[in-house]
C-alpha cells in the first residue's frame, strides 16, 4: 500500500524546489557580469581583463549591420529573418468528419553579420539564434488561399484530404531594436569586437534590460520556490492521511477480531457446559490455523456466509448484512452482497 499520490507529489516539490535554485543561480550570474555602460569602453575593458577566465559582459545598444536583409513579406529591414509557412488542410477522420490541421512545410533562417551600436562604438553580436530570450517580431501573416483546380481537388479529396491554403508567417529581428545582449566579449587580431555564447555562462539576447532580466529570474525562483513548498506539503498531507486510515482500519480489524475470538470463546464453554454441541454451525472456537472464527461480526451468532462487492470482505451473515451500507472492516460502500455457500 504505497501512497502514490503523496509521493508524486513530493517529487514534484523536490523538482519545482531545484528549478527554483537554478533559476536563483542564473539570477546571482547575472548580477555578477560586468556591466559596460559605453560600448567604446569594452575594447579597453577586454585589455585590461584576465585573458585565463571568459570576460562575460553585459551590453545594450541598438541593432544594426552593413547589409540588412529587406523582407519580401513585411517590407522590414531585418538582421534575422525566419519564414515559415504552413499547409492547412482538411482531413477525413475515421469518424466520417472533416478536421482541420496543419502540417510545417518549409522553415527558413536568415542572418547576415550584424552588431549593437550605441553611438560609441559597435559590438558585433554572433550565434545570436542560439541565445536565451531572443524573440523575433512577427512581420507578416499572410494567408494563401489554395488554388481550386478541379483534378488537384478530386485526387486530395480521394486521399481524404481537402487543401485550404498556405500560411505564410515572417519573423523578423528588425534594425534599430534596442537590445541588451550578455555573453562573452573578445576581441580579434583587426580589433574588431564580438559578444559569443561562452563555453560555460549565460548567453542572452533580449528586449529587457539586465535589471528586467535579473528581476524576472528572481521572480521565477521565488514562484518556484512557493510551488515546492505548496506541492511539498499537499504530499505530506497525503501520506499522513493514508497512514493514518491505515492505523485506522488496522485498530477496527483488531477491535472486531478481539469481539468475534471473546463471543467464540465464550460459546465454546456454554458448549462444552450444554455437552451436546451445536454442531449446525460449526462455531466451536477459532479455526486451526489461529484466524478469525467464522461468526458474524456484527450478530456474532450465526456463521458469515455473505462476501461484499466490491471490497471482497467476508464477515458477516446474510441477515445483518442487509441492515449494512458500508462495509464494517473497510468501511467501503457496499454495491451488493453475493451469499456463500460451504460444503
Ligand atoms: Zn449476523
Ligand atoms: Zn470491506
Redesign the pocket.
Known amino acids: 500500500m504505497v501512497p502514490w499520490g503523496g509521493v508524486t507529489c513530493c517529487l514534484s516539490a523536490a523538482a519545482l524546489y531545484l528549478l527554483g535554485r537554478s533559476s536563483g543561480k542564473d539570477a546571482e550570474v547575472l548580477k555578477s557580469v560586468t556591466r559596460v555602460n559605453q560600448l567604446k569602453d569594452l575594447a579597453q575593458l577586454l585589455e585590461a581583463a584576465n585573458k585565463v577566465l571568459p570576460f562575460v559582459v553585459t551590453i545594450s545598444g541598438r541593432v544594426s549591420s552593413d547589409t540588412p536583409i529587406n523582407c519580401e513579406y513585411s517590407g522590414l529591414r531585418g538582421v534575422i529573418v525566419e519564414e515559415t509557412a504552413e499547409q492547412h488542410f482538411l482531413k477525413h477522420n475515421d469518424a466520417g468528419s472533416w478536421i482541420q490541421d496543419s502540417a510545417l512545410m518549409l522553415s527558413m533562417c536568415k542572418e547576415v553579420p550584424w552588431y549593437l551600436d550605441d553611438g560609441s562604438a559597435r559590438v558585433y553580436v554572433v550565434g545570436a539564434r542560439g541565445a536565451a530570450g531572443l524573440v523575433l517580431t512577427v512581420g507578416s501573416e499572410v494567408f494563401e488561399e489554395s488554388g481550386r483546380s478541379l483534378v488537384r481537388g478530386t485526387l486530395d479529396y480521394l486521399q481524404g484530404l481537402k487543401m485550404l491554403g498556405v500560411k505564410r508567417i515572417e519573423r523578423v529581428l528588425p534594425t534599430g531594436t534596442p537590445l541588451t545582449v550578455v555573453g562573452e566579449a573578445i576581441k580579434d587580431d583587426i580589433g574588431t569586437v564580438r559578444i559569443q555564447r561562452p563555453l560555460k555562462g549565460p548567453f542572452y539576447v533580449s528586449h529587457k534590460t539586465i535589471d528586467q532580466l535579473i528581476a524576472n529570474l528572481g521572480k521565477w525562483a521565488r514562484w518556484y520556490k512557493y510551488a515546492s513548498v505548496g506541492f511539498a506539503a499537499f504530499g505530506f498531507y497525503l501520506i499522513a492521511k493514508q497512514a493514518f486510515q491505515y492505523i485506522m482500519e488496522r485498530k477496527r480489524h483488531w477491535e472486531i477480531k478481539k469481539r468475534v475470538l471473546d463471543a467464540a470463546a465464550k460459546r465454546t464453554t456454554s458448549d462444552t457446559e450444554g455437552s451436546n454441541g451445536k454442531a449446525e454451525f460449526g462455531v466451536n472456537g477459532t479455526r486451526k490455523d489461529g484466524q478469525m472464527p467464522d461468526i458474524?461480526v456484527?450478530?456474532?451468532?450465526?456463521e458469515?456466509n455473505s462476501v461484499f462487492v466490491p471490497c471482497g470482505h467476508m464477515c458477516?451473515?446474510v441477515?445483518?448484512?442487509s441492515h449494512l451500507t458500508s462495509c464494517p472492516l473497510c468501511r467501503s460502500r457496499i454495491t451488493q452482497v453475493v451469499k456463500t455457500y460451504r460444503h
Request: negative net charge.
Open positions: 458474524c456484527i450478530c456474532l451468532e450465526q458469515y458477516c451473515c441477515t445483518c448484512s
